[in-house]
């Protein structure tokens, strides 16, 4: 079965320092992957995806993720954090088991941003 | 114009009731998700529908069961609530499985 390990549950930065949260995941194939963002009482909401073809992938917010097949690993990155990216962060994957699509989250980074 | 809606957005409700969440989505999406977000923020899909067909249907308690009148609607029925099923619930939709999901805001249970 397929499994998205996200190592950190927090992380703090300060405002204007580089971020990478990190994610490896668990699947016998190349995976659908994907970020999504989780700000306080909202939904989630999608940063990037990576489908196949270029490994390293640009999303919303100034966010970029790199998929490295030889560490099954999909970490995300910021150049330069803003208050407002403080939310909680998701990886998830998507794959068939049992010939149905089943997509699985991590359990989560939350992001703590100082000022 | 909200893409995937939820009502309610709060349920409180006493133990051994029977409650329904709602949702819709105005995407014209295929593919429609139920989600259960845990207080530590764990997010575990429950169900799936695809064309008004289940095609996941992970290991959860009989008493959650998906009701999609058509293919923008996926309904989600509790029945004999209890305590443990107190959480935020989540819908999706997705054009087609494999794609990005987008998710409702969101109904936050709460069971006493």
């Known amino acids: 079965a397929q499994s998205v390990t996200q190592p950190d549950i927090h992380i703090t930065v300060s405002e204007g320092a580089s971020l990478e949260l990190r994610c490896n995941y668990s699947?016998?194939?190349?995976?659908?992957l994907f970020w999504y963002v989780q700000s306080p009482g909202q939904g989630l909401q999608l940063l990037l995806k990576?489908?196949?073809?270029?490994?390293l992938v640009q999303g919303i917010k100034g966010f970029e993720a790199e998929f490295k097949r030889s560490q099954s690993s999909f970490n995300l990155r910021k150049p330069s954090v803003h208050w407002s990216d403080a939310a909680e962060y998701f990886c998830a994957v998507g794959g068939v088991s049992g010939g149905s699509y089943i997509p699985t989250f991590g359990r989560g980074t939350s992001l703590i941003v100082h000022p | 114009d909200t893409a995937v809606s939820q009502t309610p957005k709060y349920l409180v409700t006493q133990m051994g009731n029977d409650k329904s969440i709602k949702c819709e989505q105005n995407l014209g999406h295929d593919t429609m998700y139920w989600y259960k977000q845990d207080s530590k923020k764990f997010l575990k899909i429950m169900f799936s529908y695809n064309n008004k067909e289940l095609i996941i249907n992970e290991t959860v308690p009989n008493r959650f069961s998906p009701k999609s009148p058509d293919k923008a609607h996926l309904n989600l029925h509790i029945n004999s609530l209890e305590l443990g099923d107190s959480a935020v619930y989540f819908c999706a939709s997705s054009l087609f499985a494999y794609n990005e999901q987008f998710f409702g805001p969101g109904t936050r249970l709460t069971v006493l």
């Open positions: 699947y016998g194939a190349t995976p659908y």
């Open positions: 990576y489908f196949s073809g270029d490994t």
